[in-house]
T-cell receptor
């Protein structure tokens, strides 16, 4: 399977614990995105990387959240001191960004199946 | 603003056409997307339209864009049971990389 993969698919944890999710993008893709989706809502952007550089972070990404992409391939998203409000589906996506004038570049993002986090 | 709005539910009879509507607020949107999400599956890009187009057709799917009114619609012809899913309208601006999603429209099919 050459699509975006995420592990684990499900995570149940107790409030106050730390959790870490992993995303493996499509191999030649240089951009990697994290989104969060709560029940009944569309995905909300959290952060994205171009290669190993983290280029944008949403205000949704509190200090308890940290994302890394150390070698420009897979990425991890860690949540420290989890709260019940962190319960959601965490989606990863990747894309191949080839640049272009004015950023008018069709930049299809391919999504993984997500990691469903439940904080008790 | 970054709001994308769509109705929450749509029910259609099998074989009829489905029309899902969406409004957005950001006039600098460059691409507008329709994503499909089925239970247990990831988001799947169904189709997209560039902001300088007003229509795009792809087999059973027709996308209409009214840029003046910031209105986007997705028409699914001959709706089948396999079309049951949540459909998300989404946009992206040329100056940004993040996709802004609506809340999704749940399409259910009646026999």
């Amino acid at each position: 399977d050459t699509g975006v993969s995420q592990n684990p698919r499900h995570k149940i944890t107790k409030r106050g614990q730390n959790v870490t999710f992993r995303c493996d993008p499509i191999s030649e893709h240089n951009r990697l995105y994290w989104y969060r989706q709560t029940l009944g809502q569309g995905p909300e952007f959290l952060t994205y990387f171009q290669n190993e550089a983290q280029l944008e972070k949403s205000r949704l990404l509190s200090d308890r959240f940290s994302a890394e992409r150390p070698k420009g391939s897979f990425s991890t998203l860690e949540i420290q001191r989890t709260e019940q409000g962190d319960s959601a589906m965490y989606l990863c996506a990747s894309s191949l960004w080839v640049g272009g004038t004015g950023g008018l570049n069709y930049n299809e993002q391919f999504f993984g199946p997500g990691t469903r986090l439940t904080v008790l | 603003g970054e709001d994308v709005e769509q109705s929450l539910f749509l029910s259609v009879r099998e074989g009829d056409s489905s029309v899902i509507n969406c409004t957005y607020t950001d006039s600098s949107s460059t691409y507008l997307y329709w994503y499909k999400q089925e239970p247990g599956a990831g988001l799947q890009l169904l189709t997209y339209i560039f902001s300088n187009m007003d229509m795009k057709q792809d087999q059973r799917l027709t996308v209409l864009l009214n840029k003046k009114d910031k209105h986007l619609s997705l028409r699914i012809a001959d709706t089948q049971t396999g079309d049951s899913a949540i459909y998300f309208c989404a946009e992206i601006r040329s100056s940004a990389s993040k996709i802004i999603f609506g809340s999704g429209t749940r399409l259910s099919i009646r026999p």
